[in-house]
């Protein structure tokens, strides 16, 4: 079975996730690609399931919802220390570099919106497209992220990371299950698909 994702996702979530898969004998090989790609290598037959944090739109696939994320602003310690003790929390944000995974900043601007501060405009530092790398620069003290509570919440209770203040609480992110009709004439990935999304919503 092949399935293709964001490589965080398929590292910090789907991995383990699939021990009951290969216990039974299932094997698994995992594919990483952007969201374009992804849809490429479904409709395409390449891959046999994909997840996404994109709603689908190609009327080719199927999609159900997996999995609802809390998006969480972060920074370290003494970088959220900063910014708290700032008189104007919007200057002090705009102030500190961005770190994010493209230059649209859909996180930031999702996170922002909700918690009424559309007046700050993000400096974008680095770009990543793999949020890991993105965890790990602001564990290291430098700038501020937008993440997804599978990468941070296990680094804020290390005490690496810092959920910054959210005054209208926190905002989530859907996941989906995609996948073509025809991928599910074997038996073995229909079954497949069924115990991965049980798994995932568990």
Known sequence: MQIIGDADFLSEVLSRRLRPLL??????????????????M??????DLGI?????????????????EPILAVASPTVADRIAAAGDRSAALAAEPAVAYTFELPLF????????MEA?????AVLSQDLRAL????????????????????????GE????????????????????PT???????????QALIWAMKG
């Open 109 to 116: 601007e999702q996170w922002l919106s909700h918690n009424r």
């Open 52 to 68: 996404s944090g994109y709603p689908v739109s190609d009327p080719r696939l199927r999609a159900e919802t997996i999995r609802s």
């Open 135 to 158: 965890r790990g620069i602001v564990c290291s003290g430098f700038g501020w992220s937008v993440l997804p509570g599978y990468m941070c919440t296990e680094a804020i209770e290390r």
């Open 161 to 180: 990371l810092r959920a910054l203040e959210a005054p209208q609480g926190p905002t989530y992110l859907a996941y989906y299950m995609l996948w073509s």
């Open 120 to 124: 700050v405009r993000p400096v974008l």
């Open 42 to 47: 479904l409709v395409e037959g390449h891959c």
């Open 23 to 40: 216990d039974t004998g299932v094997r698994v090989r995992l594919h990483t690609g952007s969201r374009d790609m992804i849809v490429q």
């Open 183 to 193: 991928a599910l004439r074997p038996p073995r990935i229909a079954h497949a698909r």
